[in-house]
Structures are given as structure tokens and as C-alpha cells.
């Protein structure tokens, strides 16, 4: 079995030294699968461990053990090459709904032209042909009009450069922004949840109270703050946390694999709550979602007319070849048409209604973390309980009395040699 790719991201950002509460921590693993994954990854990258006089372990990897992987795993090598080729195919998809616009514009107005070509020179030029042609080439600027140079005046054309200059993305892009957005801001909202709550249980220095924890979490119902804590069970259960309970009745909890780091670090900067964050149009500036819905709309009132001309099928019939062709796919030009801009219309209105439930849930998660801030006696007398069993141990170097980086009959001498040079160390200084 492969290692954890989020695994061995983590390990990374620690520096390659850590323990299995500091990977837990970070990544917002279970405890289980935090200490499973770094044995797979000791295993197959040539990690040591490292055990200190308490029995605790630390895992050292070597900086090159990607290399290392890649070299051990096919499967690595063919994640890799299938990342670089998905965004590649994404990144098509993406545009290909822009092209597609563009084209569906050209082959509308073009077949549009060719009908109207081909109805003013059946007609006489002195009586009904002089009056089509009229109509004809009134109608024709207005079609363009997105593709007149002249129609935007300086103003416009400055606004068109701010909004280029603000914006990351091209046009083909900020098309596909307009119609499907651009993900979900809150993908990874359960990974942040853990690594929240993790680092809350680190700042205490592995010891909390449910109210500590509650502004992280969901669904707790009109009686989180009763005497029951039952949505604190995940939470013991992630991180093999243990309940504590006072003389009072009151209930904290430890977590003991929290309590031990591989390096001194200080306090982890994290919010008082879990904030979504709100659902978003478009990532595209608005000038370009301007230009798309301008679009669309073109797009759309130029398939109604197209669909006027081309009603009983006679034209397509006697002109044939391109105006046949777009005869034959005229409901899927309509149906892009519709749905350029229904799909964008729909979604608002859904962004909006999702919106609301996150600020919603905002707001409660806000209230809890409130709660903490000017805490009443029976809180504080909770979290004073809990600081009897807040404890944070650093295992370095000089701690460890065991590590496969090294034979361990050459650790046992080294580690005698140590022993004997403080026993006389004490001798000459009396003690």
C-alpha cells in the first residue's frame, strides 16, 4: 500500500521530524490513522524511529524520501503524471465552453447573413428588394454590435483595461467562472475543522472543556450546554482523548498523544470559530461577467431570430450546405443558448439561499466562542479543572535512549559512556 499523500505533505511542512500527535495535529488526522501512516511511511522511505526514556517515539525522515518513493512506487510516478495530465484536460474543459460560445455567435450570424444574402437578391431591387435589404442591413449592425470597434466610446474601453488588469482570468476562463462558478469555497471545510480543533487541544496544552471545542463544530443542538456532551464523542474518538470528571460533576478531557512534540513551538494562531466562507458568483471581474451575460444574450436572441427564418425549412432545403448544417443542429444551438443563461440565473439564486444558511451557522458557531470570553464561575471553575491536566512534553535528542538510525549495541556504549561521564561529573563537584 502506497503512503498518505496528505501524510507525507505534512511531514514536509514539519520539518521531518515529528511525532504522531504533531501529524495528527497538523493534518487533522485520527490519531489511528496518523500513527498507521507514519509506520507505512518509516517503512517504504527509510524513516528511523526514535524512543525516548518515556517510551514515546518520534519518527526522523530522510529530506529526499519522495525521491525515494518514487523510485520504490509505479503508482506514485502514475499519480504524478495523471495530476499534470487532468489539469491539462480540465483546463480544456473549461475553455471549451467559452469556445463554444464564440462559434455558436459566428454560425448564427453567419447563416443569419447568408439567408438574408439570399432572400435580397430573389427579390426586385427597385420595389420589395430595395425594402428587404433596408431591413436586412438594419438588422445586420444590430447583430454585431458587440463586434463594432467603434462601439465602445473611451470611458468603456479604459473600464475594459481595469477590469483586465484586476482579473486573473482570460476571457475563455471568466466564461466558464460565469456559468459554473469556480468550486466550493468550503472544499476542505472538515480538514480545517480538525486542525482547529487539534491546535485548540495543543494551545491548552492537551487539556479542554466541550466549550473550548463547541464553536468548531455543527449540530449540537438546543442542549450543548446542558449537562450531556455527547457531541464531544468524535472528538475523543479522533484524537483517543479520555474524560475527566471533577468532584463537582463537572467533565474535561485530555489528550495524551496531543501532549507530546517533536520541537518546541509556540502557540498556534487559529480563529475563536469555524468561519465558512460565503459562495461566490464568479471569480471574474465584472466586466467580464458583463461581457459573458452580453453575450449569452446575443447568443440567444440571435438563435430566436435564426429560428424565425428557418421555421417550415424551405430555406435550408434551397440553399443547403452551411445553412442545412445549422438546420440540422439549430434545438442544440437554442439549448446552449438557454442554458448559458438559465444555468448562471438558477445559480444566484441558489448562492443566495446557501449563503444564508452559512451565515447562519456563522452566527451560532460566533455565540459559543462569545461564551468563552467573559466565562460565568461554573465555566471558569471547568477550565481551571482542566489545566491540572494540561502538560506538553518536547522530546529532543537528548532524551531519546533508542533510534534504528544506528546499530543498538554502538547506542547502548554511547548511551553507558553518557551515564558514566555524569556519574563522575557528580563525583568531582561533591554531589
Known sequence: MAPNPTIMRTVEQLGYRVTVGDVAT????????????????????????????????????????????????????????????????????RISFGIFLVLSIALIT?????????????????????SFSGGGFFFFPDLFWYFSPNYYDTRHQQRRQESRQTSELNFFE?????????????????ERRWQEIAAVIRNQRGAVVA?????????????????????????????????RVSSEGQIVYYFPELQIRASK???????????????????ASSGQNMLSAGLGVLNFVGALVLGNLLRDGVVAAQLGGLVAFVQGIYWLLLAYGIGFLGVPLVRYFWIQWRNQKIAQRNRDRLSRARLLTEPDATLQQKIDFAHQF???????????????????????IERSAQIEAEWHKRLQSGE
Open 26 to 93: 497538523q493534518a487533522g488526522l485520527n490519531i489511528a490513522e496518523a500513527g498507521q501512516g507514519l509506520l507505512t511511511l518509516a517503512a517504504d522511505a527509510g524513516g528511523h524511529l526514535q524512543v525516548a526514556e518515556s517510551g514515546d517515539i518520534v519518527y526522523q525522515f530522510p529530506q529526499n524520501f519522495r525521491a525515494i518513493l518514487r523510485n520504490k512506487y509505479f503508482q506514485l510516478k502514475l499519480q504524478e503524471w495523471w495530476q499534470k495530465v487532468w489539469g491539462i484536460i480540465f483546463y480544456l474543459i
Open 174 to 190: 471568466a466564461v466558464f467562472s460565469f456559468l459554473f462558478g469556480d468550486g466550493n469555497p468550503n472544499a476542505k471545510l472538515e
Open 211 to 243: 466549550e473550548q471545542i463547541a464553536p468548531y463544530l455543527d449540530d449540537l443542538g438546543p442542549g450543548y450546554k446542558q449537562e450531556y456532551e455527547d457531541y464531544m464523542l468524535p472528538v475523543l474518538l479522533r484524537f483517543n482523548g479520555q474524560p
Open 265 to 283: 513551538k509556540g502557540r498556534q494562531s487559529i480563529q475563536a470559530y469555524l468561519e465558512e466562507f460565503p459562495w461566490r458568483f464568479s471569480m
Open 390 to 412: 494540561a502538560a506538553e512534553t518536547v522530546i529532543e535528542n537528548k532524551d531519546l535512549v533508542y533510534s534504528t538510525e544506528t546499530d543498538l549495541l554502538d547506542q547502548e
Open 110 to 130: 453567419i447563416t443569419i447573413f447568408i439567408i438574408i444574402t439570399a432572400a435580397n437578391s430573389d427579390r426586385d431591387s427597385d420595389n420589395r428588394g430595395g
